[in-house]
């Protein structure tokens, strides 16, 4: 059974961090680039962050540039998106997925419909 799980949002004032955690299970995640998107009422998803689990290669949407890091322990299957200095407009439903095909080097790695697997989000929420 393919899962990804999604964890770690909550509440958090403007400034502040959080961390997200995708924890992967039932694929081979080496074979795998994990994605970060968010989505806020009323808006499209869009895509946050990232990265190639094989070469380690990364990306990020201009929006969170310098404020957000994404990062993977292998051996734990695991992506986590280290979110600071926070900001009102950051607030959505983070979602993870995977994708067998793209690649974390250009716009491209948000392309929706090349991601195979999705999570089932955990909600951020940043108040001002």
């Known amino acids: 059974e393919v899962q990804l799980q999604a964890s770690g949002g909550g509440l958090v004032q403007a400034g502040g961090s959080l961390r997200l955690s995708c924890a992967a299970s039932?694929?081979?995640?080496?074979?795998?680039?994990i994605g970060w998107f968010r989505q806020a009422p009323g808006k499209e998803r869009e895509g946050v962050s990232c990265?190639?689990?094989?070469?380690?290669?990364?990306y990020y949407a201009d929006s969170v540039k310098g404020r957000f890091t994404i990062s993977s322990d292998n051996a734990k299957n695991t992506v986590y998106l280290q979110m600071n200095s926070l900001k009102p407009e950051d607030t959505a439903v983070y979602y993870c997925?995977?994708?067998?095909?793209?690649?974390?080097?250009?716009?491209?790695?948000?392309?929706?419909?090349?991601?195979?697997?999705w999570g089932q989000g955990t909600q951020v929420t940043v108040s001002s």
């Open positions: 990265i190639s689990s094989s070469d380690g290669s990364t």
């Open positions: 039932g694929f081979t995640f080496d074979d795998y680039a």
């Open positions: 997925a995977a994708s067998k095909l793209i690649d974390c080097s250009s716009w491209s790695a948000f392309i929706l419909y090349e991601y195979d697997y």
